[in-house]
């Protein structure tokens, strides 16, 4: 099979000189990478190997890349359809297929390593699985945003419950937000601990419009803020804006992550903006993406660095538009952008989330309504060919 190589067909020379990997992509940000060169990808259409014991996934939101460069992914059985997982149904239906564990974890070759998750003693599972992240103690948080979600979990590596933060709500919690509730979030979309201060910090979310932070320990409340780093106000206007001073609240802060020099970059998935505070709050800057996109799956919906010290690179998701943008870090100006709608290899059906980068470079997607998680192998660097 010919597998399509993204960003363009040629290297650069200086870049061939340093091949591909994390010490290339030092290399080239320690030389100042030249104008119009970005990180290039290629998709592997055998990646991951094919699930064991008759698994299906179902709607796969997001997945975390942890220190060992090990792919943790988190998918919703609850979303397969009887025709899905007639395999499990009693008398079965077809000889395939049975719901995967809410979690996996995938070594970088595409094999299953384990799998837990589901409702168990003495925590509340979500009722809609939606974020993953592996702590620098190897710990697993998971965030849900289904109409009763109003909490955050940690389990060790092997799915031992240690902390839930928030109780469950009841009925559709997105009707009745509290975005200054300092005890419960509302349908919280994904976190971060810093593992400095070991605070946990939450994107909340679906329901709620603000970053919270709570100690990842004690699961006790430290602050809060809204957009701008003002005091979240849930009676706000909503309304898009597609010139001048963004709007004046976040509509979903739908992914949260750190970066090496201690940023805190939120994505404000329907306002298609990122918005970046330092870690107590204080609001920095903010970039939009494809800002006069009015489609409701919005154009920020994550982030992932490139692994550089200087994580010279912030790859975007675009569910709006299906495209992966890579963007300057420190500028935020989009670089450069690849991919399309579509169930093939290297497109995207809802492209939701993204993971990465290993070691390697190599980042890894997923899809909401596709089901399904992908690897792009990184490739060196090469010229820009599209945006």
Not at 91 to 107: L, M
Not at 238 to 253: D, H, L, V, W
Not at 261 to 268: F, M, Q, R, T
Not at 338 to 352: I, L, N, Y
């Amino acid at each position: 099979m010919k597998r399509r190589v993204w960003e363009g067909a040629g290297f650069l020379a200086v870049i061939v000189a340093l091949g591909t990997g994390q010490a290339a992509l030092e290399q080239v940000a320690a030389t100042q990478t030249p104008k119009g060169v970005v990180p290039r990808f290629e998709v592997d259409p055998g990646w991951p190997k094919p699930l064991p014991l008759n698994w299906v996934l179902g709607q796969t939101p997001n997945a975390f890349v942890d220190s060992q460069d090990h792919i943790w992914i988190v998918n919703r059985p609850g979303s397969l359809e009887q025709g899905d997982i007639g395999a499990s149904l009693t008398p079965p239906t077809s000889v395939c297929c049975i719901a995967a564990p809410p979690v996996i974890e995938f070594d970088t070759a595409g094999n299953v390593l384990q799998s837990w998750g589901g409702p168990g003693a003495g925590y509340e599972w979500p009722e809609g699985e939606h974020g993953i992240f592996v702590d620098y103690k190897g710990n697993v948080w998971i965030a849900g945003n289904g109409k009763t979600d109003r909490q955050v979990l940690k389990f060790t590596n092997n799915g031992k419950f240690l902390l839930q933060i928030g109780r469950k709500g009841q009925g559709d919690v997105r009707q009745s937000p509290n975005s200054n509730d300092t005890g419960n979030m509302n349908q919280p979309a994904n976190m971060f601990v810093d593992p400095k201060t070991n605070e946990v910090f939450v994107a909340d979310g679906y329901g709620n419009r603000r970053v919270i932070v709570f100690d990842a320990a004690t699961g006790k409340y430290k602050r809060h803020w809204g957009a701008y780093g003002n005091k979240p106000d849930d009676e706000a206007s909503q309304e898009r804006t597609f010139e001048g001073p963004g709007p004046s609240q976040f509509y979903y802060a739908h992914s949260i992550r750190m970066s090496n020099d201690n940023l805190v970059y939120v994505a404000d998935r329907r306002h298609n903006r990122i918005q970046v505070f330092t870690p107590e709050g204080k609001f920095l800057k903010e970039a939009f993406i494809a800002r006069q996109t009015l489609h409701e799956f919005g154009t920020v919906l994550d982030f992932a660095f490139s692994p550089d010290k200087q994580q010279q690179f912030l790859y975007v998701p675009d569910a709006a538009n299906w495209k992966l943008r890579i963007l300057d870090r420190n500028s935020l100006q989009v670089l450069s952008s690849f991919g399309r709608q579509g169930h093939f290899a290297g497109q995207w059906k809802w492209f939701h989330g993204i993971a990465g980068a290993d070691s390697k470079g190599n980042i890894y997607t997923t899809e909401s309504v596709g089901n399904r998680v992908q690897k792009f192998v990184y490739k060196g660097m090469g010229p820009v060919t599209s945006q």
